[in-house]
């Protein structure tokens, strides 16, 4: 199977030029760090190498359109072929003093090689009966959606499609400032299943510059078992220099109804930015400020979040730092701390104009948990000292 394969990816690659474009990428990276752990109290040196060919062979869309007041059109998109070397290889290192993990002579930690891959990408189709304005849209399968809002702390509800739709249809169209789709699916289909449930959906988008109002259902019914009803709003409105947005999502399973709202609001005020973020949900109210500055040297961001403000309010405040020193050296810096006392950090110098081709950095990572309040052991983290040459 392999050999054919390659024998029709080989027939397909020389044949490409006449019909689509053939794109070629290499790359590969190699990189060696001397690094010592502040926890483990052991050192070692790591070796790194990767490489990387990809043979694609793109342009393959194609499209059939109807003539008349109504038409027919279908679309693929997407196609391709592509080979890709995917080697990896990965030296490790011995690690010299105790470490509680691999003994008292250390050991080896050895990398790995990935096989070669080939793909074939099928095309997308999109096949539709239209007017221009108003569609028919025929395909395999639906993309029911009715999430709007953004997590700040915790992540936000989705609601969940069924998934085992078989067969579905959209109607949709554009009449300004409006823009409606409605999809209709069902669970099963005539040949091999039952159809045991439909699921239904709507997207409303109004653009009443500067604002945009957006409005989505989803449901399934005639389930046997329970499924979600979701249920999502969006307003936004952007006049230089703030950009507002407010969202609000609900989901109704089992006669139960849960919902969340969100509340966006940025300013550019170049070279700074303000953002402010909420999400309420479930009695739990969670805020984040994050203050940012930018100009050819300096970028920085700082951010104070306030969470579980409804019952025990918990804070998080970190900061990240980037300093270009010139062409050459570029610093990065950051680091948060938490009311639950997790502090973690992070930090390092990139030199790239010291040798041709080669970046050396010398940095500190992985101290996510300094004071050990997190684990059972403290996590002061890595120091280490690389260069690397990448192609």
Do not use: C, H
Not at 109 to 133: M, Q
Not at 233 to 251: M, N, R, W, Y
């Amino acid at each position: 199977m392999k050999k054919a394969f390659m024998l029709v990816a080989a027939i397909a690659l020389l044949a490409a030029p006449v019909f689509a474009e053939v794109e070629v990428a290499i790359s590969g990276d190699a990189t060696t760090s001397f690094g010592y752990n502040l926890d483990l109290e052991s050192y070692g040196l790591l070796s790194e190498v990767s490489s990387d060919i990809t043979l694609t062979v793109g342009a393959l869309d194609g499209e059939s359109m109807g003539e008349g007041n109504w038409y027919g059109v279908i679309e693929l998109t997407g196609a391709s072929l592509k080979w890709n070397s995917g080697a990896e290889e990965g030296y490790g290192y011995w690690r010299y003093e105790w470490d509680e993990d691999l003994g008292d002579d250390g050991d080896w930690d050895a990398g790995e090689i990935v096989d070669e891959d080939y793909l074939v990408t099928t095309p997308d189709v999109a096949a539709r009966i239209t007017n221009g304005n108003v569609y028919v849209m025929l395909q395999s399968e639906a993309d029911f959606d009715a999430d709007y809002v953004a997590g700040v702390d915790n992540d936000p509800f989705e609601y969940s499609e069924p998934d085992d739709v078989a067969g579905s249809l959209t109607i949709g169209g554009t009449m300004a400032p409006a823009t409606i789709a409605v999809e209709f699916a069902t669970a099963g289909d005539y040949e091999n299943d039952q159809i045991d449930g439909v699921v239904l959906g709507a997207n409303l988008g109004l653009d009443l510059a500067p604002v945009t109002v957006d409005v989505a259902f989803a449901g399934a019914f005639g389930y046997e078992a329970d499924q979600e009803i979701g249920i999502a709003v969006q307003v936004g409105a952007s006049v230089a220099p703030a950009t507002i947005t407010a969202a609000f999502d609900g989901i109704i399973l089992s006669g139960d109804f849960t919902y969340e709202a969100g509340l966006s609001v940025s300013l550019d005020l170049s070279p700074l930015t303000v953002g402010v973020d909420a999400r309420y949900a479930e009695d739990d109210l969670d805020t984040k400020l994050t203050l940012g500055f930018a100009n050819d040297m300096l970028t920085a961001d700082v951010y104070v979040g306030l969470y579980d403000l409804t019952t025990d309010i918990a804070w998080e405040v970190g900061a990240d730092l980037t300093v270009t020193i010139n062409s050459g050296v570029a610093a990065n810096a950051g680091a948060s701390y938490s009311s639950a006392e997790i502090l973690t950090a992070y930090a390092d110098v990139s030199f790239t104009e010291l040798v041709d081709n080669v970046t050396f950095t010398i940095g500190w990572e992985n101290a996510d948990d300094m004071l050990g309040n997190d684990v059972d052991e403290t996590d002061l983290g890595d120091i280490y000292l690389s260069a690397g040459i990448a192609f």
